[in-house]
């Protein structure tokens, strides 16, 4: 079974600053790889998606991943952050053609005006 | 529009009273699961069903079950709630095993 590690627990950023956040997965095989955001009483939503191919991935609100096959990683990036970015990021990961996805504990990011 | 409808949002309760919590989705997906997610441990798969009468245990099914009689639905029932399962619980769905799950808005439940 897969697991998700996501190695900060809560970012603090002012406004314009780069983010980086980091998940590595434990499993050797094909997976695909997801970023979800959840806004202050939200649900998750989905950021941005890896299922094969360029490894540098873009999703909406500006952010892009990068699957660094040999790392087991999935890091999170964003060059310029604004208010409206404070949320819980969570990394989720699922082997290929199995249907359980495995969360990370997630990452708190507080962006400040 | 497409879209996972969880109710109740807010549920209180008292130990021990059974309850269930809905789930429909409105997009044919053949996958639906729930999770609770607790501070500091993300979300946790408690049951999955891959389609109808097909069902599951994930990571923490314990004090839980789950039903699919059909397609679009996949209700969450605690037969004798205890405080241990005050959680956030989110239901969600998939098309396909190698699609992204989408996820409704939440039940916070406390059970006193």
């Given at each position: 079974?897969?697991?998700?590690?996501?190695?900060?627990?809560?970012?603090?950023?002012?406004?314009?600053?780069?983010?980086?956040?980091?998940?590595?997965?434990?499993?050797?095989?094909?997976?695909?790889?997801?970023?979800?955001?959840?806004?202050?009483?939200?649900?998750?939503?989905?950021l941005l998606k890896y299922f094969s191919g360029d490894?540098?991935?873009?999703?909406?609100?500006?952010?892009?991943?990068?699957?660094?096959?040999?790392?087991?990683?999935?890091?999170?990036?964003k060059p310029s952050v604004q208010w409206s970015d404070t949320a819980e990021y969570?990394?989720?990961?699922?082997?290929?053609?199995d249907y359980k996805l495995s969360f990370g504990a997630g990452t708190t990011v507080t962006v400040r005006a | 529009e497409a879209q996972v409808t969880q109710n109740p949002r807010y549920l209180i309760t008292v130990t021990g009273k059974k309850l269930t919590v809905t789930c429909?989705?409105?997009m044919n997906h053949e996958y639906m699961s729930w999770y609770r997610q607790d501070?500091?441990?993300?979300?946790?798969?408690?049951?999955y069903s891959m389609n109808v009468e097909v069902t599951d245990k994930g990571d923490v099914p314990e004090g839980y079950k789950v039903s699919r009689k059909e397609k679009r639905n996949f209700p969450l029932i605690l037969e004798s709630p205890s405080p241990?399962?005050?959680?956030?619980?989110?239901?969600?769905?998939?098309?396909?095993?190698?699609t992204e799950a989408f996820f409704g808005q939440g039940t916070r439940l406390t059970v006193v």
């Open positions: 079974a897969q697991s998700v590690s996501q190695h900060n627990h809560h970012v603090i950023l002012s406004e314009a600053a780069s983010l980086e956040l980091g998940c590595n997965y434990s499993y050797g095989g094909t997976v695909n790889l997801f970023w979800y955001v959840q806004y202050p009483g939200q649900h998750l939503q989905l490894p540098l991935v873009k999703g909406i609100k500006g952010f892009e991943a990068e699957f660094i096959k040999s790392k087991f990683s999935f890091n999170l990036r969570f990394c989720a990961v699922n082997a290929h053609n | 429909s989705q409105n501070p500091g441990l993300g979300l946790r798969q408690i049951y241990n399962q005050t959680s956030l619980y989110f239901c969600a769905s998939k098309f396909l095993v190698n």
